[in-house]
């Protein structure tokens, strides 16, 4: 589940020493956003959610929520790593409000010719998890190697967070690999395959359903 959202950016008022607690606005909240979205919630369960974004939060800050069926809810940031944030809300949700977020966050969306071209497939995540496999890592391994959280190598190899350039020589010695294993692969008709695959599956993986269950067409 990816959720697109709107982070507002409150300046303190008069006499205050810091701002007041932001307001972050997701699509399911049935209005639009105030501006283009700034934030993508990659998971959202009853105790909190996983934000992505470029902005700058701090621990302890404190998030207002709207959300379908719950109306404002706080959620504080508890962790960060890199551009992913963990915050957890002040009291659970009830079962309601969180099936009603998730079911719009589910709901069909615009026709493909209504939407912009996509990006071309990003092989690095699928590169790192096959090759930390191969060498028998757990993920928690190559966090330690590289001093970064177990979170941040989750997320590079979901492809929600990318490794600084200047990041790949270490990570290529913590998998035992050369440095270009990681280097972008020149494209050719033998990959198209593997291409085809990685589009299956992050489709079913925002579907909720089955690679099997992905038809793909191609019109060349």
Not at 25 to 41: C, D, F, H, Q
Not at 117 to 126: E, S, Y
Not at 141 to 165: F, M, Q, Y
Request: hydrophobic share 55%.
């Amino acid at each position: 589940m990816a959720i697109r959202a709107h982070l507002d950016q409150p300046d303190p008022a008069p006499g205050q020493r810091a701002a007041p607690r932001r307001a972050l606005r997701l699509e399911t909240s049935g209005y639009a956003a105030a501006g283009p979205a700034n934030v993508i919630v990659h998971n959202l369960s009853a105790i909190g959610l996983l934000l992505e974004t470029d902005m700058v939060l701090s621990e302890g800050e404190e998030l207002a929520l709207e959300l379908p069926e719950a109306g404002v809810v706080s959620a504080i940031v508890v962790w960060r790593s890199e551009r992913l944030y963990g915050c957890a809300f002040a009291a659970a949700l009830p079962p309601a409000a969180l099936a009603a977020a998730q079911l719009r966050a589910a709901a069909p969306r615009p026709p493909a010719a209504a939407l912009p071209a996509a990006a071309p497939v990003d092989a690095l995540p699928a590169r790192l998890n096959a090759l930390r496999r191969k060498a028998g890592l757990t993920l928690a391994d190559v966090a330690t190697a590289l001093g970064v959280s177990k979170p941040t190598v989750w997320a590079w190899e979901k492809g929600k967070a990318r490794p600084l350039p200047e990041r790949l020589p270490a990570i290529a010695a913590a998998l035992g690999v050369a440095p270009e294993e990681l280097a972008p692969a020149a494209h050719s008709r033998d990959d198209a395959a593997s291409v085809i695959a990685a589009c299956r599956a992050r489709i079913a993986e925002a579907c909720g359903t089955a690679p099997a269950a992905v038809k793909i067409m191609l019109e060349l």
